[in-house]
């Protein structure tokens, strides 16, 4: 990704060192201390959600696919603008059948066919706001979801969260550094886009974090 783009401060930082200590720093202590919400949630959202063919936007390690219960050789296409990020996840999950498209959420998605599911499970908070400029990119994921497809995920929500003190003073670090910008991002706003492009939606807080699903794309 371009260094000038909008989008590549939230991801420039997962080199392949940070995504060696990503599983138990992010995942293992900020999740459930910072965040309070354990990534079992998460993993949750995946067993209940992962469709025959499986469309993942920013998998991160593959730590959620990993636990998600998936046979082997099951169809997953993992997206992301890092190339470390697909090199580090598609290593993990090689016994599914995966495949990696190089590619920035925010512009339209250049993936042939149609997904039964897709994840945006962190991602939210990583893209450039504001929230309705984050409302394309789950437009670009619904339109190539299948007519009953499914979209779910997760994101943490901005200063109107009950965030703890520790939490506060992250969120604004990580926003001032531009690996989050979601200070503005609310429950009621990120139901919003997800009601702009789907016809269902679900969304609960848990701790500070939005988890979310929507079916049934909305066509047009």
């Known amino acids: 990704m371009d260094p000038d783009d909008p989008a590549f401060a939230g991801q420039r930082e997962y080199t ?8 138990p720093v992010i ?3 900020l999740a459930p201390a910072v965040w309070r919400c354990p990534a079992s949630r998460l993993v949750d959202g995946y067993q209940r959600h992962v469709g025959s063919r499986h469309l993942d936007v920013g998998p991160g390690t593959g730590y959620f ?9 099951h169809s997953v296409t993992l997206l992301d603008p890092n190339p470390n990020v697909l090199d580090y996840a598609s290593r993990r999950l090689e016994r599914l059948d995966i495949t990696t498209v190089e590619a920035d959420v925010c512009r ?4 042939p066919g149609t997904y039964d599911s897709a994840a945006m499970n962190g991602v939210l908070h990583c893209l450039p706001g ?9 437009a670009h994921v619904a ?4 007519p009953s497809g499914v979209l779910f995920g997760s994101s943490i929500l901005g200063r109107s969260a009950p965030h703890t003190r520790l939490g506060r003073s992250i969120l ?9 910008d979601n200070l503005d991002d609310t429950e009621e706003g990120l139901y919003e886009i997800l009601d702009a492009s789907f016809e269902a ?9 939005a988890v979310f699903s929507g079916s049934i794309p909305r066509v047009g």
């Not at 696919?65 to 050789?73: K, V």
């Not at 504001?130 to 789950?138: D, F, G, N, Q, T």
């Not at 604004?172 to 989050?180: D, I, K, L, Q």
């Open 201 to 209: 939606v679900s969304l609960e807080s848990v701790g500070t974090m």
């Open 172 to 180: 604004r670090t990580n926003n001032r550094r531009g690996t989050f």
């Open 27 to 29: 995942l293992g202590f």
């Open 108 to 111: 339209a998605l250049p993936l």
């Open 143 to 146: 339109a190539v979801l299948a």
């Open 65 to 73: 696919l990993d636990r998600a219960g998936l046979p082997d050789a």
């Open 16 to 23: 392949p060192f940070f995504l060696r200590i990503y599983d």
């Open 130 to 138: 504001p929230l309705s400029r984050k409302a394309e990119a789950v």
